[in-house]
């Protein structure tokens, strides 16, 4: 038998030699280099060598096409710099045009040509920041320090710079209204009927509460269509009731028992072997499923009514097509965005992947397979030997094998992306759990590369294709180079050394403008689905852990295919506190801004005392990039520190819903014949309870049994008054269904909060830059940290 590994307390000795063990290496670290830097010090400042000799501004020698002229003419004012250098008009005159270019953006609509033309314009100012970043600004004049430090980091430019060119390219031109018109044509045979082809619906679990798979079920068997089968693919372990020891893994009897009570099938995964993709092989080789598509719908997602009817008319007549994929679109924010009590305000980090990327991506058939919410043919599996089990994810994987198979056909595999919600999941609940599932899916994008004999990427898929691969190996550094933005101010202004040796005026002329239009251009070009600041702080909160895993992956004995851990999400509320395994994910931030804070009061310490001249005119550029990365490292260390009280005091996450209802009191007495009922609106509604409004006072109180009627939903339930507020005239109660709903009540529920597509969802507003700006910024001045009272005890 398996036992549970028990956490071992630590002796009163043991803590002792830890700290002990903490000091010893803080004094070697201070002797061997804050000692030896304070020595170092010079009238230039505290660096560890004189500025003035590291950093030779003086002697640059600009290339001729950047040379200063004073000729007019727009080519000058693209390349070469002012004659005049005190014309500071001159000098801000590319930034002034292109901030009116930034600002006549809101008056235009993002389409595929708009898009074309602002960023080819994007690129050129791209282009011209970086041909002065790579022959005007690099500080190789005088030591080898220097020389080297400067590589490195032009380096590390040079590969975002690529990406950032690959990244403008392939996100300007979309299939999105074109998809949505063959889906309005292709539906047409769906809904008359003359096209139903069988479909299996795949409900892959693990160990899931029941309540999170009841309502996946029920919103699939809510879907309107007829030749449709439900199966529960039960890959969940469970605990013996009479001990604490692992039993054998046979399934959950509770999720047997719910697929009985619900009517749908049942698979058990008898060997729990390789995660989620050896559970939905087990089922599409299982002799009870035959459907000639198969659509999968992850246990935490739930679909719309309509989802197949839109998706499935695709396959009629084209057998080349082997998947249709949808976005997925999430009913609770970002558990940062919840940190800053910025809900449902700024864009989930998926908006823009699904938003922008994938219909990209849809026009030169490189779609990503994403795991959930798509229909996929059976054939096609069935041709691959099913689903990719070699690495540690199975989605993308899986598409890459089904977009690389030739097969028999003439014609190439297609996989088509409708960008149309047509379903919506959770989002990961706590910080923690957030940063496992990206590193999980940073590794199996990592693992592609390392599949040639099963993935033939390199051989097998057209020019276009193989660039969005390397778009993607790009991406999948990014966190290095982040690491690299991060430090790179921090070690030069702590050693004094200069890795961009130009002066400030350079930087307005050259940098500023291309800047500027790059933040406006990365909202504007996603219809806002994206912020450009909100991007740095996801990235900064990611860094650091994915360097880590990079690592990881580099060093450990089997390579990129280690296993590092859980390899699903775990999902719905939980009460369990995590604070400790996000305080370990922020350390590294937490350092390099007290590193930053202490040289930043140094500097300026020292120049109000007069014990060094003041900032020279290269360091200034410097001084803003260590303030610009202090405020974004603050902003993804509050965001990390998981606000739970509010979601611990819910069973459910609750939706804007106003409808009519009424309510009746419950009496015992028999001697009451009849009791009046009230009517009222509901504010908002979730699986377990709601909240009313209503125009009269029944005298109803906190404890108080009910019975609640939304007609126009058909739903009735028995409730529970949990909370009475009156307030001018007004009562507000708080109620709890029962927990026995009936069957059919519970179905019409469901399908009122999540099946029905934008009948009363609200979404998210779409905030402009000044607007997320302040946002973003907001919760440095009124961030509380997350109280402990309620939470319980370990």
């Not at 430019?157 to 950032?164: D, G, K, P």
């Not at 599996?381 to 899986?398: A, H, P, R, S, W």
Request: proline residues 5%; neutral net charge.
């Amino acid at each position: 038998m398996l036992q549970f590994k028990q956490k071992q307390l630590r002796s009163p000795w043991q803590k002792f030699l830890h700290w002990a063990v903490v000091l010893v290496l803080i004094s070697v670290f201070y002797i061997l280099f804050i000692d030896n830097w304070i020595d170092r010090w010079t009238d230039a400042g505290p660096t560890y060598f004189i500025s003035q000799e590291m950093n030779p501004i003086a002697e640059r020698r600009l290339p001729q096409i950047l040379q200063p002229v004073a000729e007019d003419g727009l080519w000058w004012l693209f390349l070469h710099l002012p004659a005049d250098q005190q014309d500071y008009f001159a000098l801000l005159l590319p930034l002034i045009v292109v901030a009116v270019l930034s600002w006549s953006l809101s008056y235009v609509v993002s389409t595929n040509t708009s898009r074309l033309f602002i960023k080819f314009l994007l690129l050129l100012l791209g282009i011209r920041y970086f041909y002065w970043r790579t022959f005007a600004a690099i500080n190789n004049q005088t030591h080898w320090l220097s020389t080297i430090f400067s590589y490195i980091v032009w380096l590390i430019e040079l590969v975002a710079f690529l990406s950032f060119i690959l990244y403008t390219l392939q996100t300007t031109w979309t299939t999105t209204e074109q998809r949505r018109k063959e889906a309005d044509n292709y539906s047409i045979p769906v809904v008359s009927g003359d096209y139903l082809p069988s479909v299996d619906i795949f409900i892959p679990t693990h160990n899931e509460a029941r309540y999170i798979v009841r309502r996946t079920v029920v919103g699939c068997q809510a879907i309107e269509y007829p030749n449709k089968k439900i199966y529960i693919l039960d890959d969940g372990k469970h605990k013996d009731s009479q001990s604490t020891e692992v039993c054998p893994p046979t399934g959950r009897p509770e999720i047997r028992a719910l697929a009985e009570e619900l009517g749908c099938e049942y698979i058990e995964h008898p060997t729990n072997q390789k995660g989620k993709a050896g559970n939905l092989n087990h089922a599409l080789f299982h002799p009870k499923t035959n459907g000639e598509l198969i659509l999968v719908m992850d246990a935490d997602f739930v679909p719309f009514t309509n989802f197949l009817t839109r998706t499935i008319g695709f396959f009629r007549g084209n057998d080349d097509i082997y998947m249709v994929q949808t976005p997925q679109d999430f009913y609770n924010p970002d558990s940062h965005a919840r940190n800053l009590e910025l809900d449902h305000f700024l864009p989930n980090d998926m908006e823009h992947f699904y938003g922008l990327l994938q219909p990209n991506r849809d026009r030169f058939n490189s779609v990503i397979c994403c795991g959930s919410s798509y229909v996929v043919r059976r054939t096609n599996l069935e041709e691959i030997k099913g689903y990719y089990e070699g690495c540690c994810v199975e989605d993308f994987q899986t598409s890459l094998k089904l977009l690389t198979h030739k097969g028999n056909r003439e014609e190439k595999n297609r996989a088509i992306y409708l960008n149309e919600t047509l379903s919506r999941g959770e989002s990961p609940r706590s910080f923690s759990v957030f940063i496992t599932q990206r590193l999980r899916w940073l590794q199996g994008n990592i693992q592609v590369y390392f599949k040639g004999e099963d993935l033939p990427i390199w051989t097998h898929l057209d020019p276009i294709q193989k660039i969005f691969m390397v778009s993607l190996a790009l991406y999948c550094i990014h966190p290095v180079i982040r690491v690299v933005f991060l430090i790179t101010p921090l070690l030069s202004i702590y050693s004094g050394i200069a890795p961009v040796l130009a002066p400030f005026r350079e930087a307005c002329y050259y940098f500023l403008p291309f800047w500027l239009l790059l933040i406006i251009v990365y909202g504007w070009a996603s219809e806002y689905r994206v912020n450009y600041f909100w991007n740095e702080c996801h990235e900064t909160i990611f860094c650091f852990p994915a360097l880590g895993r990079l690592l990881g992956m580099a060093m450990a004995e089997k390579g990129v295919n280690e296993d590092f851990g859980q390899g699903v999400t775990d999902k719905g509320i939980t009460k369990s506190d995590e604070a400790d395994a996000s305080r370990k994910i922020i350390v590294p931030l937490v350092f390099l801004l007290v590193c930053t804070v202490t040289v930043v009061l140094l500097r300026y310490v020292g120049l109000y005392n007069g014990w060094w001249p003041r900032l020279n005119d290269h360091t200034v550029p410097l001084f803003f990039w260590l303030g610009y990365n202090a405020l974004f490292m603050l902003i993804a260390v509050l965001s990390a520190i998981d606000q739970r009280e509010k979601q611990e005091k819910r069973e459910g996450d609750r939706f804007p819903i106003e409808t009519p209802c009424t309510i009746t009191p419950i009496v015992s007495d028999s001697s009451i014949q009849a009791v009046q009922p009230y009517m009222g609106i509901t504010k908002d509604v979730s699986d377990g309870g709601a909240l009313l409004t209503l125009s009269d006072d029944g005298g109803f109180q906190e404890d108080m049994l009910v019975r609640v009627e939304l007609p126009q939903e058909r739903f009735t339930a028995n409730a529970i008054v949990r909370r009475r507020i009156a307030d001018s005239g007004r009562i507000d109660l708080a109620i709890q269904f029962s927990a026995d709903l009936p069957v059919d009540d519970y179905r019409n529920l469901i399908k009122l909060l999540y099946c029905m597509g934008d009948r009363w969802w609200h979404k998210r507003k779409q905030p402009g830059l000044t607007d997320s700006i302040l946002a973003i910024f907001s919760p440095l001045f009124r961030y509380r940290l997350p109280s402990i009272q309620n939470r319980p005890k370990q």
